[in-house]
């Protein structure tokens, strides 16, 4: 088999298919939305060449930024998250009583898929009979606001589901990763005398470093990228109060017909994840490889 | 050794067969594409793409299924090939389709603004040979323009709708009010309903194109039937008077009260929850919802009795009058250009036409856009009564949002939850409308 392995046309043989398909579905799409970015085309007509105008008209088009805001703004939001997820896979990775039922709870939103948890949280987001409201009725409160409707409100009220959304995604991921820490190094640090607390973020933290890396990049690079749940929520209103850069992607290239803008903001889209994930790989680099 | 070949060579066998079968998934629509123009003169396919599936509509899908036998036993040469999808599927769909050249040879499309780009890319046939003759005379006047560029027709119209202001009549009684005529009237009816704890008005204000409509019967009544469609094909303005203080009174029902609760927040299937649980007074809606009033056994019986409807009342010192309406067609038939049976299909668009008037209205409820002679047919009162207005109808105006360009149309709905949400004056309201209309120019 090692001798297989070696052949140089064996190699070829077991990479090309893998390499096919990503060319041909990815990075061909990249080049080509790239491309159509430079057009200017209503997607159905002849398309007609028009230089960087469309990349120009972006770099000028308040909406374009007010949904780029937006979607920082998640971007952020869920990065804090992240540290809330960490305190409760801390907890749950503690031997306590009922963590897996508790972990399988917390994993059961991820399971649904977003259109049925954007219904769902439709239902409690409802101006009349939401349960939200409906609670908020009952204790007192005379006129609660309607959350989806409000402009000041409904950027807040659409983060809170995609966080519950991820929530258990998160905490799997840190729960695995703390359940491979080797209880040897947990037991030693206790027969030195640490407490808890100590354990938790002199030894825990550090030993999974990587695998906080990673999800910082995951939850930064999708929510720049998000948009299924405020698509069915909201469609990024009220008058765009809830637009991200993908939602207003779909609305140049699909609703307004202008197919050359929208793929210049895909692009563009597309330029920000990237920029984003070296920048913050940049910023949590570290050499020290540790070692168990 | 021996081994390792077998292991190297089975591989080598599974890469190839898969490559293979994913080619041949390839190559499926191409198999499809060729029985279009292979036929010959013996066996013809007119490809018909449409939506109204089965599921969710039962009676069109059926109405459909029996003009496609039906033709197909007269041109016993021709097979018609349906494709069925839902209304969202299909417009994205279609659109994929025509940019591929592959647009099937007769579908659906909506009128003006949407056929736009479709037009401009030469991708619908010219339907004026099939306008010839007796059928043009059978369609309501008007609707043919709607689908129509230059005077040359690329849609025949199906469907007709005009958007009443459907009441509780129940609702109405206990609170001793009557139909309004006037402006004021209606506000009155609004003030008394909201003080006594009931709804005004629904409207589910997250799909803009229902709080549209009552901006624009607003125009209509303040600055006349011409003033808004004027200000979109830009021989007129946006900031007219008339557009301006519409825009205003609008807002004077939001300070009123007059909307449902959150219902910037809320789609049109929600808002509609409230005025079918009596819990609403007025519901702003197409005549597409005349079933639910009418003959749909879902709904109770009460309350379909319960239902009645008025016209948008005038406003003191406008200058539209009653008898003008919001609506339009819905969607018409096309037949596209790069079609390899452009005759069959257009006799078949000519022969699904004529069918279709009468059957539509008497089994799916439509409002065809072909005359129907009400007198002939056993229809619900409701029924008779719309298509009576229909025919003293003094103007209809097309939906504001199909009138204007996608883009325009898509800046107008913003503008309009804007609007609803008092976050923007009147003023700003028509000068942002007017830079959009300007900058298509």
């Known amino acids: 088999m090692n001798k297989v392995m070696s052949n140089k046309f064996v190699i070829a043989l077991y990479i090309l ?6 060319l041909v579905l990815v990075y061909v799409p990249i080049v080509l939305t790239g491309y159509y970015g430079l057009m200017d085309w209503d997607g159905i007509g002849e398309m007609s060449f028009i230089g960087l105008e469309n990349y120009t008209r972006l770099l000028s088009d308040p909406k374009f930024w007010g949904s780029a805001l937006n979607s920082l703004l998640l971007a952020i939001f869920s990065g804090v998250s992240l540290i809330g997820y960490l305190a409760i896979s801390l907890v749950l990775a ?26 769902l949280w439709l239902k409690v987001y409802h101006p009349i009979n939401g349960l939200l409201n409906s609670f908020l009725v009952n204790i007192g409160v005379d006129n609660p606001p309607s959350w989806l409707a409000n402009p000041d409100l409904v950027l807040g009220a659409i983060f809170v589901p995609i966080i519950w959304q991820y929530a258990g995604f998160y905490i799997l991921i840190y729960y695995a990763a703390l359940k491979n820490i080797p209880d040897t190094v947990i037991e030693a640090a206790k027969i030195d005398g640490a407490s808890p607390l100590q354990i938790a973020y002199r030894i825990k933290l550090p030993l999974i470093l990587g695998v906080i890396k990673v999800t910082i990049v995951l939850s930064f690079v999708g929510s720049l990228k998000y948009f299924d749940l405020i698509w069915v929520m909201t469609g990024g209103g009220p008058n765009g109060a809830s637009e991200v850069i993908a939602s207003y ?20 889209l597309l330029l920000l994840c990237l920029l984003a994930t070296v920048f913050i790989q940049k910023l949590t680099k570290s050499d020290d490889d540790i070692q168990y | 050794m021996y081994k390792k070949k077998v292991t190297a060579i089975s591989l080598l066998l599974m890469m190839i067969v898969s490559i293979v079968l994913s080619a041949c998934g390839g190559g499926g629509d191409e198999d499809n594409a060729g029985t279009t123009d292979g036929g010959g003169d013996d066996q013809k396919t007119v490809k018909f793409m449409h939506l109204w599936p089965e599921g969710s509509a039962k009676q069109h899908n059926m109405i459909v299924q029996d003009i496609v036998n039906a033709y197909e036993e007269e041109n016993p040469n021709v097979k018609v090939d349906v494709e069925v999808l839902s209304n969202d599927q299909y417009k994205e769909k279609i659109k994929v389709l025509a940019s591929s050249n592959q647009l099937p040879d007769v579908g659906l499309t909506w009128a003006a603004g949407f056929m736009e780009p479709y037009i401009r890319g030469e991708k619908f046939t010219s339907l004026d040979d099939v306008l010839e003759g007796d059928l043009s005379d059978s369609f309501v006047a008007g609707t043919v323009d709607a689908f129509s560029s230059n005077e040359t027709a690329y849609g025949l119209p199906l469907e007709l709708n005009i958007a009443p202001i459907y009441y509780n009549k129940k609702i109405f009684e206990d609170n001793n009010l009557e139909v309004p005529k006037t402006f004021e009237e209606f506000k009155n009816v609004v003030t008394t309903l909201r003080k006594n704890g009931i709804t005004p008005i629904t409207v589910g204000n997250r799909e803009p194109w229902t ?6 019967y607003l125009a209509d009544r303040i600055g006349g039937p011409e003033t808004l469609t004027n200000a979109i094909n830009r021989t007129g303005t946006f900031e007219d008077p008339g557009l301006i203080q519409a825009a205003e009174e609008l807002q004077n029902l939001v300070d009123l009260d007059a909307f449902v609760k959150g219902y910037n927040g809320l789609g049109n299937e929600e808002a509609k929850g409230p005025f079918m649980n009596n819990q609403a007074g007025m519901y702003m809606m197409g005549t597409w919802e005349l079933p639910n009033y009418t003959t749909n056994e879902d709904v109770p019986q009460e309350f379909r009795e319960s239902i009645g409807f008025f016209k948008f009342p005038t406003y003191d010192g406008g200058k539209g009058d009653i008898n003008s309406f919001v609506g339009g067609p819905g969607v018409g038939l096309f037949v596209a250009e790069q079609s390899k049976v452009k005759d069959e299909a257009k006799d078949f668009v000519k022969f699904f036409v004529q069918r279709w008037g009468e059957r539509s209205v008497t089994d799916a409820g439509v409002i065809p856009a072909t005359k129907v002679d009400t007198a002939e047919l056993d229809l619900p009162q409701m029924y008779i009564d719309v298509l009576d207005e229909l025919n003293n109808a003094s103007n209809i105006t097309l939906y504001a949002d199909v009138q204007m360009s996608a883009a325009a149309a898509q800046e107008h709905l913003n503008l309009i939850q804007s609007l609803f949400g008092k976050e923007i004056p009147p003023e700003e309201f028509a000068k942002q409308h007017e830079q959009v209309l300007e900058a298509e120019d």
């Open chain 1, 17 to 22: 298919p893998a390499l096919l398909l990503i």
């Open chain 2, 211 to 216: 709080g549209s409509m009552w901006y624009m």
């Open chain 1, 94 to 119: 503690a031997k306590i009583k009922g963590a897996n039922l508790l972990r399988k709870i917390y994993l059961i939103p991820m399971l649904l898929s977003s259109v049925a948890i954007a219904q």
């Open chain 1, 249 to 268: 992607m779909y609305k140049q290239a699909f609703n307004s017909y202008n197919f050359g803008y929208g793929s210049a903001i895909g692009f563009a």
